[in-house]
């Protein structure tokens, strides 16, 4: 996708005021405004300006947006960094608060800024309550051994307000967070009274942590199940074997069946990600053929064109 230089769609620098911020957009809205404008693409400018002044006017897109920096020109072709948006602290919303927000918005806004990303609506269960402060949420990246074992983590948060001057102001807290073992994707950690604080000496609202989980080298994750794609000779896919295997909790023996196929499936119950029930590990057989690099293994390849009848098309060959 395309980048999008908001503040050059504005007409601001990237140092303006929020006040600046919004003179400009009336100024653009009132002259591209399909009703009245005859400009040429007057739609299509009029919403690339209100797309651009829903970012900007809000301190937490605001600052989001300013730490891609101002390297990405308009046009560039743009990927959002795969952590974008989890060092962030925002106020939650009330349900349906920013619904069709991004209707007619580009995948830029979408992708960055959209209801599928860290910036969407989002509201647990109990958040609201009478007379406490506003809960804020976050994003929780952790690796999945994290979340298979549990464990203790210090997070570093950033949460953006407006200055007496109109200005983006970034504050940081750390704070230590408790990550119980068997957490799934998308769930979420709830601190209690680290949110806003209450007026009236109310008490504050609390912390909502929603929980990523980030892809791994070995493993794919289901829910609680997880699937490693396990290399296997040839060998030992034709007269089974038992071979060492890799699991969260430490490695197996896992016993492979005579005559195992490639992309065959073996379960081994209860080796996902704990809970009740806990998860499964599924073990996919790839076989890997060795190399015909030396005299002696082309000799021993040879060998077996000879002297096994096999033809791996057989069954391409209509009957």
């Known amino acids: 996708m395309e980048f999008r230089d908001y503040y050059k769609v504005l007409g601001v620098a990237r140092s303006a005021s929020a006040d600046e ?15 009245v404008s005859k400009e040429k693409n007057a739609e299509a400018r009029f919403k690339e300006v209100q797309e651009a002044y829903e970012v900007l006017k809000d301190p937490q897109k605001r600052a989001a947006y300013d730490q891609l920096g101002a390297d990405y020109k308009s046009g560039q072709q743009f990927r959002p960094p795969p952590d974008w948006g989890s060092n962030f602290e925002f106020r939650t919303h009330r349900a349906g608060r920013q619904a069709g927000a991004d209707a007619g918005f580009s995948d830029f806004f979408s ?3 959209g209801a599928q990303s860290p910036f969407g609506d989002f509201e647990a269960p109990g958040a609201r309550m009478r007379g406490r402060g506003d809960d804020r949420r976050a994003r929780l990246e952790i690796t999945l051994e994290e979340a298979f074992r549990g464990g203790s983590r210090e997070l570093t948060l950033q949460h953006p307000e407006l200055s007496g001057d109109g200005h983006v102001a970034v504050k940081e807290r750390t704070l230590r967070v408790q990550i119980p073992a068997g957490i799934t994707q998308g769930q979420v950690i709830r601190l209690g009274g680290q949110g806003e604080a209450g007026a009236g000496g109310a008490r504050a609202g609390d912390l909502l942590l929603e929980v990523g989980i980030a892809p791994h080298r070995l493993y794919r994750l289901e829910g609680r199940d997880v699937t490693l794609e396990l290399p296997v000779a040839p060998w030992e896919a034709a007269l089974g074997a038992t071979v060492s295997t890799p699991t969260l909790g430490g490695p197996v023996d896992l016993r492979i069946p005579a005559g195992a196929r490639a992309g065959q499936r073996l379960r081994l119950r209860g080796r996902g990600l704990p809970g009740d029930p806990a998860g499964d590990q ?38």
């Open 21 to 35: 911020v919004k003179r400009a957009y009336r100024k653009l809205a009132r002259k591209y405004h399909p009703d």
């Open 111 to 113: 992708n960055l800024f």
């Open 282 to 319: 599924y073990v996919v057989l790839k076989v890997v053929l060795p190399p015909a690099e030396t005299p002696r293994a082309r000799e021993l390849y040879e060998t077996l064109k000879r002297e096994l009848p096999f033809d791996p098309r057989a069954e391409l060959v209509g009957r």
